[in-house]
T-cell receptor, first 119, second 111 residues
């Protein structure tokens, strides 16, 4: 049973280009989360998606960033017109479902990350 | 807004030593707390998950405790080994499902 897959593992872009990061959740998982780890910073939540729905995008920058999780295929995190400050490791996690009941939680499993470098 | 703090930021110990990593959080209304390990250039490996109703969890040489009322968790590593060298991350989970991470403790175990 393959874990969370992310590709590419390393991505280099020049300022102004677009970056597309892909995440395939674990089999049987329908919830995807994206986190960003800036150099010397902790991981920060960006967005939480279910199939065809954005549930929580409170951590996403208002401009240039978008995310989707289509009915078929991987989740995509898209960064338009990248700047040097976007250089970071982007991690995807997936879970089987949401916690539902207030005292429950479905564990998130993390992928290996995509390391974006903006020149 | 939840804030998670980990102390110390870095720790260097000789092999065989027992050690404790600390994590504190500002909002005690959490559902769970999770400890992860991150190796350089790699993803996150979940070590222990403590549900809000639990006080501790154990896995091999690792023991994690949780005191919600005081907003603290500790990760105890017994008989440390060079292979334990990594960054250890603490994260809380609240009602929004998102994990809130500390900045981590970078552990170096010297042979």
């Amino acid at each position: 049973n393959a874990g969370v897959m992310q590709n590419p593992r390393h991505l280099v872009r020049r300022r102004g280009q677009e970056a597309r990061l892909r995440c395939s959740p674990m089999k049987g998982h329908s919830h995807v989360y994206w986190y960003r780890q800036l150099p010397e910073e902790g991981l920060k939540f960006m967005v939480y998606l279910q199939k065809e729905n954005i549930i929580d995008e409170s951590g996403m920058p208002k401009e240039r960033f978008s995310a989707e999780f289509p009915k078929e295929g991987p989740s995509i995190l898209r960064i338009q017109q990248v700047v040097r400050g976007d250089s970071a490791a982007y991690f995807c996690a997936s879970s089987r479902s949401s916690g539902g009941a207030r005292s429950s939680y479905n564990e998130q499993f993390f992928g290996p990350g995509t390391r974006l470098t903006v020149l | 807004k939840q804030e998670v703090t980990q102390i110390p930021a870095a720790l260097s110990v000789p092999e065989g030593e027992n050690l404790v990593l600390n994590c504190s959080f500002t909002d005690s209304a959490i559902y769970n707390l999770q400890w992860f390990r991150q190796d350089p250039g790699k993803g996150l490996t979940s070590l222990l998950l403590i549900q809000s109703s639990q006080r501790e969890q154990t896995s091999g040489r690792l023991n994690a405790s949780l005191d919600k009322s005081s907003g603290r968790s500790t990760l105890y590593i017994a008989a440390s080994q060079p292979g334990d060298s990594a960054t250890y991350l603490c994260a809380t989970v609240g009602g929004s499902e998102k994990l809130v991470f500390g900045k981590g403790t970078k552990l170096t175990v010297n042979p």
